[in-house]
């Protein structure tokens, strides 16, 4: 049976938004719980392909989890399984000898089991390690970054990923609190910037800082980049592209790539001033969880879903 490792988010109208008809080729590049691409696999058609991609060794675990029907997605010769970082879309596509696919879908967010494990270092509700890979195989740390960059650069991706304008200061306080001490703990980081937040934005501006740090540690905001390069590149005319995104940083690239064609959101113009992409818009406001949803899934109050279409040529 299906355990509460995620939750998937907007899992109806994302799937939706794929258009799923028989004998196509499909790919969920964020796998995590398996919530998504189970929903996939239900609409599939036997002469259908799933390919689903997670670097995370506990996300790939999830595939033996049994549904209530018995059925495990390792037992499903329509779904194959890519334990890789999903920036490497179009070399997996290659190796699989997938010449194009007609949807893939992309649940960014990061998985409610990385927050509830207390091992991971990901949420400051717990005293944990300062890890927080997605892939524990190897990179750097957390607690890497918060050691032994300078603090410059520190202040730097805490302003660029955090989005807190007091990024200098805490950069200061962390540098600060190290010259005494390795900051080997959330909770010891916590200590070290406290005084840098307002009480009434506290909560708030430490998720940010855990934000900015995550990022930075799993370098998401390159290998999006990456991935909606690759996608722009693999998907078929009349494939879709589904995102949900949970911040303005990842979603302005996601509605940059769907507008224009590039993440920088660089616009190129015909003859009469129209935009060329290579996408058609499907959604041209972004799609946001009903009030139900939210009170079910907290984790769902900040999630857009954009759709978008490949062009012709």
């Not at 306080?173 to 934005?201: D, G």
Request: aromatic content about 8%; hydrophobic content about 35%.
């Amino acid at each position: 049976m299906e355990t509460t490792y995620h939750i998937p988010v907007l899992l109806t109208e994302s799937v939706d938004g794929l258009a799923i008809s028989e004998g196509k080729v499909f790919v969920d590049v964020t796998f995590g719980g398996g919530g998504h691409s189970r929903e996939i696999l239900s609409r599939l058609g036997k002469d259908c392909q799933l390919y689903s991609f997670d670097q995370d060794a506990d996300a790939e675990a999830n595939a033996s989890v049994r549904r209530e029907d018995g059925v495990t997605l390792a037992g499903d010769e329509r779904w194959t399984f890519v334990r890789s970082n999903f920036r490497y879309l179009k070399n997996w596509m290659r190796y699989y000898g997938c010449d194009g696919v007609d949807g893939i879908l992309a649940d960014l967010g990061v998985s409610s089991h990385h927050f509830d494990d207390e091992s991971r270092g990901f949420s400051f509700r717990f005293d944990s390690p300062l890890d927080m890979r997605m892939n524990k195989r190897g990179g750097i740390t957390a607690a890497d970054v918060v050691n032994d960059y300078d603090e410059e650069r520190l202040a730097d991706i805490i302003y660029l990923y955090g989005e807190l304008k007091q990024s200098r200061r805490i950069a200061k306080e962390i540098v600060k609190a190290r010259a005494e001490k390795r900051i080997a703990t959330t909770h010891e980081l916590m200590n070290a910037v406290q005084k840098c937040f307002p009480q009434q934005r506290e909560k708030k501006d430490i998720t940010r800082l855990f934000q900015a740090l995550r990022i930075e540690v799993n370098k998401e905001m390159d290998a999006l980049r990456e991935m909606l390069t690759a996608a722009t590149e693999v998907l078929k005319p009349g494939g879709r592209l589904v995102v949900i995104t949970y911040h303005s940083l990842e979603d302005r690239m996601v509605k940059n790539i769907m507008k224009t064609g590039n993440v920088e959101g660089k616009m190129k113009q015909d003859f009469y001033g129209r935009i060329e992409s290579p996408y058609k818009l499907v959604t041209t406001k972004p799609v946001t969880p009903t009030a139900e949803e939210q009170n079910i899934n907290p984790r769902s109050r900040s999630a857009k879903l954009r759709i978008a279409e490949r062009r012709e040529g």
